[in-house]
């Protein structure tokens, strides 16, 4: 039976030649990050009760989660312009999933506290290299899904992910009473998870085609090696401004370890509840992204005022020691962590163009890093000497952010 040409044409014109439509692609590579985030949300959900089962103290639970951000984050100074230069996209993603898949297990059955903290620091450089290059390949579809939507859509099922993985590792912490079997059950959905994405990756090589089928049409050009200059070109000022807003900000946000740690050592939870009380903090991060994509998509920029107000509520709440304004930190804590997750990065997508957009993002990430690094041993030291010293220092600097935010005033490129 012979084919319509001019359905086949169609059918191009809505997918822009990439092999997928547009949202389709943003569904699966969600389901990628669903499965991803169920491996290492699993394993963060437990991190503080974990590493203080092995001797670590508040201080060193904070510096460790914090390093860990960091370590997520920083090293996208190199991954994120490795990306750019080499255009090996798919190869970066692939690599930093592996990496991530390969930690988590292993972070079950060491016995010392040391190699805990480096298995914990390892699963985040997965993550760092993979990011950048995660983050552009999305920036394409959501070019014609709409910015706002598109990253919401996926970090909502990210998060879904996120909540898997922490109900998995509850239930078999509860049943097991052991952290080995509760992070070695995780091995299964990243497996599935790399499979997955590699399906991805064969049925839409080239996802910056979406982007590029929106472009007026223009006459082709002859064929000549493409310039440097454009992936060389300074980012905007307005990109440098939006950092200095997001910086800000992270400094003064709460890590989850030091808040399950305060839940624990508190008495307020027993360990086998935490991972619960994350996956609740996951649904509510998904809300949150979906919530604010959708405004971002409307009113632009001015929609992350919501994030400082949240983050000056999580230490407010969730070093209290009544357990349901703790838990209710918990909650405030995971809609703060969707913002970033998702519409901080949307904003990005829009400030810088394509040809730099992974340079961009892994400069972006570098900062987050640097100032979630700053923010886990601020709040880890406070906790330590005085929990309403922290609450106070915590909402004095996203007092700060919030004016930067105003003054900033980030624009859409």
């Given amino acids: ?22 949202w389709r692609f943003v569904v699966w590579f969600g389901t990628v990050s669903l499965l991803a985030d169920f491996v290492y949300e699993g394993a963060r959900s437990i991190t503080g ?53 390969a930690a988590v297990p292993l972070l079950g059955v060491v016995g010392s506290l040391g190699a805990a903290c480096v ?63 509760a992070l070695g059950v995780l091995a299964v959905p990243g497996v599935a998870m790399l499979a997955l994405l590699w399906w991805l990756r064969t049925r839409v090589p080239d996802p910056s085609r979406y982007e590029s089928a929106l472009l007026p049409a223009a006459p082709e050009p002859a064929p000549e090696p493409a310039p440097a200059t454009p992936v060389r070109m300074p980012l905007p000022r307005a990109f ?19 808040l399950s740690f305060h839940l624990v050592q508190r008495h307020l939870l027993p360990a086998s509840a935490v991972p619960v009380l994350y996956a609740g903090a996951m ?26 107000v949240l983050a000056a509520a999580v230490p407010a709440l969730g070093f209290s020691d009544a357990v349901a304004a703790a838990v209710a930190g918990a909650l405030v804590w995971g809609a703060a962590l969707g913002v970033q997750e998702s519409t901080l990065r949307a904003v990005v997508a829009d400030l810088v163009p394509a040809p730099r957009r992974a340079t961009a993002y892994g400069v972006f990430a570098a900062v987050v890093g640097a100032a979630t690094l700053a923010g886990g041993a601020l709040t880890g030291a406070l906790y330590a000497v005085s929990v309403p010293v922290l609450v106070v220092t915590v909402v004095a600097v996203q007092a700060a952010a919030l004016l930067l935010l105003v003054a900033v005033r980030p624009g859409r490129r």
């Fill in 49 to 101: 009760p974990l590493l203080a089962s092995l001797g670590a103290t508040a201080t060193v639970v904070g510096v460790v989660t914090g390093a860990g951000e960091a370590a997520a984050l920083v090293p996208r100074l190199l991954s994120g312009p490795l990306a750019d230069r080499t255009g090996r996209y798919w190869a970066l993603a692939i690599g930093g999933y592996v990496l991530t898949v």
């Fill in 240 to 258: 440098w401004a939006y950092a200095a807003f997001t910086a800000a900000t992270m400094t003064g946000f709460t890590t989850y370890g030091v």
């Fill in 1 to 22: 039976m012979g084919t319509d040409p001019a359905a086949g044409r169609a059918d191009e014109r809505a997918d822009g030649g990439a092999g997928m439509r547009p």
């Fill in 283 to 308: 649904l509510a991060g998904a809300l949150g992204s979906l919530a604010t994509g959708w405004l971002y998509d409307r009113i632009g920029p001015r929609t992350l005022v919501v994030l400082p």
């Fill in 119 to 181: 298995l914990v620091i390892a699963e985040r450089v997965g993550k760092a290299i993979r990011s950048p290059a995660k983050d552009t390949l999305l920036s394409h579809a959501t070019a014609a899904t709409g910015r706002g939507r598109g990253f919401a859509v996926h970090e909502a099922l990210d998060q879904v992910g996120a909540v898997l993985g922490p109900l998995t590792v509850a239930g078999v912490l509860a049943a097991t009473g052991g952290y080995g079997p």
